[in-house]
């Protein structure tokens, strides 16, 4: 409906009464998308699939924001979703939902946490890349994003089958680049500009066997 189009009742203020607009907000309500990456085309085009329907992301909320991170450290990572209630202080619609994510459990990972010291001390800016297999992925930390949300500064590279990293290489804002080799997945990498890495396990996650370790920077 436009509002030009009943200009003289929209100056009454009908539109926003609550006898107009009910108990649901007069904007939003649009269908939550959750895409998955099917990976490039024969012409290059990255393709995405719609699987909010078949995870339950679609639900009866006014969605307004959402927080990523991996909640459960478990490996991979799961997605809270807020929900603006409007101005009828209804419960229910204050309630955010909790998707959580369990292919961890099944499949490989590795998680990155970044401590800059010549560079901000968050390394934002700092771009992550991973070899394995011929296959490289990059990531790059941000400051964040997402609207009324904060996401987790915590990288992660999703590995499928593989056992372990090939190269894990970190360039850094002020120019240092770290280079790492032969890395166990299914582990945390915390690295720290210039001085080396720690591979650690996560608390929620399947243990890969091997013991943790510290490796000083070449």
């Keep these: 409906m436009s509002a030009v189009?009943?200009?003289?009742?929209?100056?009454?203020?009908?539109?926003?009464?609550?006898?107009?607009?009910?108990?649901?907000?007069?904007?939003?309500?649009e269908a939550n998308n959750l895409l998955r990456n099917e990976g490039a085309g024969a012409d290059g085009i990255p393709r995405?699939?719609?699987?909010?329907?078949?995870?339950g992301a679609i639900r009866a909320g006014d969605a307004r924001g959402i927080a990523v991170a991996d909640f459960?450290?478990?490996?991979?990572?799961?997605?809270?979703?807020?929900?603006?209630?409007?101005?009828?202080?209804?419960?229910?619609?204050?309630?955010?939902?909790?998707?959580?994510?369990?292919?961890?459990?099944?499949?490989s990972w590795l998680a990155v946490e970044l401590r800059g010291t010549r560079s901000n001390r968050d390394a934002v800016g700092a771009r992550v890349t991973l070899e394995t297999a011929g296959e490289r992925q990059l990531r790059q930390r941000t400051a964040g994003s997402s609207?009324?949300?904060?996401?987790?500064?915590?990288?992660?590279?999703?590995l499928g089958e593989h056992s372990r990293v090939e190269r894990l290489t970190v360039h850094w804002p002020s120019g240092q680049v770290d280079e790492f080799t032969d890395l166990e997945a299914r582990r945390?990498?915390?690295?720290?500009?210039?001085?080396?890495?720690e591979i650690l396990s996560l608390e929620g996650a399947a243990d890969s066997g091997e013991q943790d370790a510290t490796v000083e920077a070449p």
């Design 147 to 158: 609207y009324a949300s904060q996401q987790s500064q915590r990288i992660y590279f999703g």
């Design 72 to 107: 459960d450290n478990d490996g991979d990572l799961d997605v809270v979703v807020n929900h603006n209630p409007g101005d009828n202080d209804l419960v229910e619609r204050r309630k955010a939902a909790f998707l959580r994510n369990r292919i961890g459990e099944r499949r």
């Design 48 to 55: 995405f699939s719609d699987t909010a329907l078949a995870h």
């Design 188 to 197: 945390l990498a915390r690295i720290t500009e210039g001085e080396g890495i």
């Design 5 to 29: 189009a009943h200009i003289d009742e929209y100056k009454t203020g009908h539109f926003n009464s609550d006898e107009f607009r009910g108990d649901m907000s007069w904007n939003g309500w």
